[in-house]
């Protein structure tokens, strides 16, 4: 279903690219909190990095690397440190997200932990956004067949 | 302590939840649905406290983070909500527990974990949707609620790819009309919060944009809730859809919605304003008596039981419309409309249940092959006896209460021909719930005597909750009529100022 | 009268695209353009809500000179930051709807084989039959 193709030029180039995005999606989402940029951006970003990978180089290959348990466990890890943060406010016994209150577990005064607190939800948004993105590219590229093609070949 | 936080709680719970499901549902499967009924009893446990706090205390306001309300995201609760809050975690219990067989008959194995996924972030945005306070915040809820719904639906039999993608459509207008109307108001006034709305609208009532606001919102939730012109999506979505999700998406989500229209109207616009400015409750009713009428004979046309179902729905769904609609008419106020909210959900479940339990055990949705099946599913039937019976409005079942108190409203407010209506399309539903009954109890079975006929039951997670909510059809009419219900009614009606009619 | 057009031109243009997005929602019988269309109408949307924010001789909602220069921000040298914030959330949501109307359309083109609506509904006709 997928054909081969090797580039060397495409290859190489996208070899030389793919830290510099990745670079850029972190500091993207490293300045979310206090300049435009945030989880959201960063990780489409870092899942652009990824899809450039899936089209340079042989699609087969690149699924056997992302499986698609692994993007699942992404997305779930992302939701669960953002909801945690979130938790942990309340089980220190403020509302839900006032990150004010994570000072009493960091060594930080409250300003600072809120700042701590925004991210740490920003990295929640980053990991689920980028696995989000890369399994949606997934599933359109191979008509849904991933699962399938991934099971097939384990069998 | 912790009562202080349910309305995070009765939120966060069964999102995060919902993303354990997958990754424990790798490791093991069978904990799929346990996780969901926990997740579901922490918010059933966080709806019936708060119920208690808002009887005893009032209004409950949460400010997530802390920010203070017009410009933070705040959660209030009051009358409705913890009322539409408790039906909304109930029915969710319900549809969790009858999903449990007919989700490994209904859905590949594999998928089973995204399926509870699903199930769980719908009831969440449900929970969501009825929660909230602000306006935006609504919008966002909303689609975590359709978008589950979408995926729901999909999953079900033949048919159900295209009455999704339907449903999408429809649902995509519904939800942008919506943030129109929103844009809107946040134009002339600057606010989202819906207490702040309320507040800064008033001076500007007779400006043109707060009134195109106004119409664009009710549109866009008049989709959602599948009033009769713009019901298009939702038969082939009911009816396409595996069991548990028709049973929920029937019940908890179509009655959020129908609460989040209440909300836009009497919270966030006033009385003042639908009476004096914007004349809208005269069409709605008018419409709603279209739908009573247009719903029951487009069911009495069906032979597919779940798409009668359906259609039926329409009508009912008219029905609370006709509700809202009077509300400024008569001293009930809203309290037709809150009956029926809590009525059509018990009967539409246990509809929904027993016709889904039929092609569960007997592969049958077609009306006209029901004969003998009284026989070979007999506590089922009787299920959907008892929730026909109460459709139909047979003292002291909900349906009577109902119908019963609109009739009432009507009268106040002198308008006999939505009396003549209610009559009217009570016979209609006479005529579809009584060929079923017939069908399946008397018409003679064709080539046996019919003793010849063994009991076939549905299994007993799927038959409890079909056979608790046929009774409840009748507890509850009881309910309704001895006033356990009242406080609520009366503060709904008390913070909406309606009730006070000369 | 003309003035009262140009005066508003950003409504209209947004009243304008959201037309052309439910044209394509409404007439079209290909489910792809139906969702061509749809995405139409939820940028017409953003686009709206965008140029609401807009003021004039107004910048980008970046406080200039955050570390440290000068704290003190004046709100006229800025656009209204909250529609781009709803906004941000609006574009999220759209691509959740793009990225679930596109599933369900790969589902449809496995099953049917096309995407042209009245021949679906004819396949499924002679299924059900």
């Known amino acids: 279903m997928v054909r081969e193709f090797e580039d060397v030029i495409i290859q190489t180039l996208c070899r030389f690219l793919v830290p510099f995005i990745q670079t850029y999606s972190l500091y993207v989402f490293a300045h979310g909190h206090s300049s435009p940029g945030g989880g959201f951006q960063g990780g489409c970003v870092m899942a652009a990095a990824f899809v450039l990978i899936f089209i340079a180089y042989d699609l087969n290959e690149a699924k056997r690397r992302f499986r698609e348990k692994a993007l699942l466990i992404f997305c779930c890890l992302g939701v669960f440190i953002y909801a945690g943060t979130g938790w942990a406010c309340l089980l220190l016994g403020s509302n839900f997200l006032d990150y004010g209150f994570l000072s009493k577990v960091l060594p930080t005064d409250p300003v600072k932990a809120r700042y701590y607190g925004m991210a740490m939800i920003e990295l929640g948004v980053q990991i689920t956004v980028m696995a989000i993105m890369v399994s949606i590219f997934l599933d359109l590229v191979t008509r849904g067949e991933h699962e399938e093609i991934m099971e097939e070949e384990g069998a | 302590m912790i009562s202080e936080q349910f309305p995070a709680l009765i939120v966060v719970t069964p999102l995060i939840l919902s993303f354990f499901i997958p990754v424990v549902g790798w490791w093991r499967r069978s904990l799929c649905l346990p996780i969901v009924l926990v997740a579901l009893s922490v918010c059933m446990v966080s709806a019936i406290g708060m119920l208690d706090t808002v009887l005893k205390h009032g209004k409950i306001s949460y400010w997530l983070g802390m920010w203070e309300p017009p410009w933070g995201i705040e959660y209030v609760v009051d009358y409705l909500n913890a009322y539409v809050l408790v039906i909304v975690s109930f029915f969710g219990i319900a549809a969790a527990i009858y999903s449990k067989r007919n989700v490994e008959k209904e859905i590949p194995e594999h998928k089973i974990p995204q399926f509870y996924t699903l199930l769980l972030l719908n009831i969440t945005g449900c929970l969501g949707i009825v929660v909230t306070g602000d306006a935006f915040n609504l919008y966002v809820l909303l689609e975590i609620a359709s978008f589950s719904a979408y995926g729901l639906v999909a999953i079900g039999s033949e048919g159900a790819l295209v009455a999704s993608f339907r449903y999408i459509v429809m649902g995509t207008i519904g939800a942008c009309f919506y943030l129109l109307g929103v844009g809107y108001l946040y134009i002339v006034t600057g606010s989202l919060n819906m207490e702040n709305l309320r507040i800064l609208l008033p001076p500007l009532y007779d400006t043109r944009a707060v009134q195109t606001a106004f119409v664009f919102i009710l549109i866009g939730l008049g989709i959602k809730i599948a009033l009769f012109p713009l019901h298009t999506w939702q038969p082939n979505a009911y009816t396409y859809a595996p069991s548990a999700v028709s049973v929920l998406i029937s019940t908890a989500m179509a009655k959020t919605c129908v609460y989040a229209l209440i909300r836009i109207i009497f919270s966030v616009f006033t009385v003042d304003f639908i009476t004096r400015y914007v004349p809208i409750l005269d069409i709605i009713c008018w419409v709603s008596v279209v739908a009573m009428i247009a719903g029951s004979i487009f069911a009495i046309q069906e032979s597919n039981l779940k798409r009668m179902l359906a259609y039926s729905s329409i009508a009912n769904v008219g029905y609370i419309m006709l509700g809202v609609g009077l509300a400024t008419f008569t001293p009930l106020g809203l309290t037709p409309a809150l009956m029926h909210i809590l009525n059509h959900a018990v009967m539409k479940g246990c509809l929904f249940m027993a016709a889904c339990a039929f092609i569960y055990k007997a592969g049958l949705w077609d009306i006209r092959d029901f004969t003998g099946l009284g026989r070979r599913m007999p506590y089922t039937c009787f299920a959907f006896i008892l929730a026909a019976l109460a459709m139909i409005g047979m003292p002291p079942s909900v349906g009577f209460i109902t119908k019963w108190y609109l009739i009432l409203a009507a009268i106040d407010a002198k308008q006999y021909v939505f009396v003549a209506a209610i009559f009217f399309s009570t016979l209609l539903m006479i005529v579809y719930f009584w060929r079923v009954i017939e069908i399946m109890y008397l018409k003679p079975v064709e080539g046996s005597k019919g003793n010849e006929i063994k009991i076939d039951e549905e299994p007993v997670s799927m038959l409890i909750p079909g056979l608790a909510l046929a009774v409840l059809c009748f507890l509850i009419g009881i309910a309704w009529v001895s006033g356990v219900f009242s406080p609520i009614t009366e503060g709904v009606n008390s913070r909406f100022g309606l009730g006070i009619v000369p | ?129």
């Open chain 3, 1 to 129: 009268m003309l003035e009262y057009l140009i005066s508003k031109y950003n409504y209209w243009m947004y009243v304008v695209i959201i037309l052309i997005g439910f044209y394509g929602m409404m007439a079209k019988s290909n489910l792809m353009k139906k969702l061509i269309g749809m995405g139409i109408f939820q940028w017409a949307i953003i686009f709206y809500f965008m140029s609401i924010s807009a003021k004039k001789g107004a910048t980008l909602q970046i406080i200039s000179g955050h570390h440290g220069a000068y704290a003190v921000a004046r709100a006229v040298d800025y656009v209204n930051p909250l529609p781009s914030v709803l906004m941000l959330t609006a574009i999220v949501v759209a691509v959740a709807t793009t990225g679930i109307t596109l599933s369900v359309l790969i589902l449809i083109f496995r099953r049917y084989g096309t995407f042209e609506e009245d021949e679906i509904i004819k396949l499924m006709n002679e299924k059900g039959k």
